[in-house]
């Protein structure tokens, strides 16, 4: 077995469990196509029996994503299993990933059952796996709560039943990082296989906020095979960063030993899907791929950092996809320096998509001195997160004061160019501004989530607005960017209402509105 550690990503799977992050299936798509451009040695793509949804996801993925190891998702019980193989019988390289729980909280309070049954359940189903596929991988469930002694049985019975990799999970986040090395020595020197014929796994989620370090732990304890999510997604507190495990071995080959194969600079563009998508932030002080991780704010660190960048700066962000430096754009650019910069960021945008682009490029560099590349990814941002445009924003009117009432006028266009008006008030002026869109588009919904971020720094910082509105349980993601942070919101909506009326079988000619 090489000596390397494979990357195993579950952004699809264990990261959509994150509340609030379910992905449609294109968006899966589009993300794995992604994680392929990184080079991970594995995608789970999701739990096909769950919904058809995932099903579909996991059989799409399968059958467009040829690279890496495309893995499914399965309980011990053989509908599961059978679940699993149909949605990947299409795959270049399937991998079907059987789980069950072991520690005695979990088989008495969940499974009911007693551990020989356990272990006959996970057996029988790992047999059954191999007989669809050569590649099997089983997970006992919360193994860090389990009698090692008791867990060391359930391996060897899953390596007889034909398992090739033992993965073994901290599910609850319970593990720290000695102890956990420790139990991996263990589990090596009680099944002799694992490390040798058999890959051996770590999956490690961040309750206590050591999934990483136990990640990390595991490697150098002979663990060849990492499980986690892009950004740390992941149910409650989230699993281990990918991005962050790539990069410590990467930068510390002295201690590890050990290297994946990933493409380390799709590491920051990979981040930046992931979160769109799920429509969760990077916090800026996120480790490799936060705003903030190689910006330097202090006095007597840009000094030093100006006369040998090492002196604070252990990865140079080239190396993740980062860029090197920042071009300075103003109103005076023309298109052709605003697409070199583009591409110097990363993206290829059409003649079409850049004509959109350095249309709102223009606007914001009328509004400030400087356009930086933060404003430029988060304008990329918005032309990726577009949809067919039902209705179009064309103007956004707002007064407002401590002694008024907020009233906001709205310009709206459709598809066929015809325009309507209509203006409202509200308790501020985002929520006139939404009254009056709601009186022109006419379609009922609730909004559960609204956030603001600023993109770039001073008085004239672009606006990121982030929103989720709802109808009929179905959740649709909004955003738009602008200096004008009511403009944003009102940019926002619009792509929320859009991406509804795009999935929805609507009516999509407004009632005719009355010109304020």
């Not at 551990?115 to 796996?129: G, K, T």
Request: proline share 3%.
């Amino acid at each position: 077995m090489d000596d390397r550690v494979l990357i195993f990503d579950t952004t699809l799977r264990d990261g959509e469990q994150s509340a609030g992050a379910a992905m449609t299936v294109d968006e899966k798509v589009e993300i794995a196509r992604q994680l392929e451009k990184l080079n991970v040695d594995v995608i789970e793509a999701g739990f096909p029996i769950s919904s058809p949804g995932d099903f579909e996801a996991v059989q799409k993925i399968a059958r467009e994503v040829r690279k890496p190891i495309i893995a499914a998702l399965a309980r011990a019980n053989p509908a599961d299993v059978d679940r699993a193989a149909e949605a990947l019988k299409d795959a270049a390289h399937p991998r079907i990933h059987v789980f069950i729980s072991s520690s005695d909280e979990h088989i008495q309070h969940q499974l009911n059952k007693n551990r020989e049954e356990v272990v006959e359940m996970a057996a029988q189903n790992i047999a059954r796996a191999r007989k669809h596929v050569d590649d099997v991988e089983f997970s006992p469930m919360d193994s860090s709560r389990t009698d090692k002694e008791f867990l060391a049985h359930m391996v060897r019975a899953a390596v007889d039943a034909g398992a090739t990799t033992i993965n073994i999970p901290d599910t609850v986040g319970y593990a720290i990082p000695e102890e956990f090395a420790g139990l991996i020595t263990y589990l090596r020197e009680q099944v002799p296989e694992l490390g040798d014929t058999v890959r051996l796994s770590v999956h490690c989620h961040d309750d206590l906020g050591m999934s990483v370090a136990n990640s990390l732990a595991a490697v150098k304890a002979g663990a060849r095979q990492v499980e986690g999510c892009i950004n740390g997604i992941g149910e409650r507190a989230g699993n281990t960063a990918l991005e962050e495990i790539i990069m410590a071995l990467r930068t510390r080959p002295d201690y590890f030993g050990v290297d994946s194969q990933v493409n380390a600079k799709q590491l920051f563009a990979t981040s930046r899907l992931v979160s769109q998508v799920s429509g969760f932030a990077v916090q800026p002080n996120k480790a490799i791929v936060g705003r903030n991780a190689f910006r330097h704010a202090s006095g007597i660190h840009q000094d030093a950092f100006l006369k040998k960048a090492t002196t604070f700066e252990i990865i140079d962000p080239v190396e993740v996809g980062v860029p090197r430096s920042e071009l300075v754009l103003g109103k005076l650019s023309g298109r052709h320096g605003l697409m070199s910069r583009l591409e110097e960021l990363g993206y290829t945008p059409t003649d079409e998509e850049l004509g959109k682009i350095y249309e709102a490029f223009t606007s914001i560099a009328d509004k400030k001195r400087e356009v930086t590349d933060r404003d430029l990814i988060a304008l990329m941002s918005n032309e990726r997160t577009s949809v067919v445009e039902t209705y179009s924003l064309v103007s956004v009117q707002v007064t407002c004061g401590s002694n008024a009432i907020a009233t906001a006028t709205v310009h709206l266009t459709d598809q066929t160019g015809r325009a309507f008006t209509d203006a409202a008030t509200g308790s501020g002026p985002v929520d006139a501004v939404y009254k009056a869109i709601n009186r022109l588009v006419l379609v009922p919904n609730s909004l559960t989530d609204f956030s603001v971020n600023s993109v770039t720094e001073g008085i004239d910082a672009v606006g990121e607005v982030s929103i989720r509105i709802e109808q009929d349980d179905r959740q649709y993601i909004g955003r738009g960017a602008d200096t004008d942070i009511i403009v944003a919101s009102a940019k926002a909506y619009m792509n929320a209402l859009n991406r509804l009326l795009s999935m929805g079988d609507i009516s999509r000619s407004p009632e005719a509105a009355t010109a304020v």
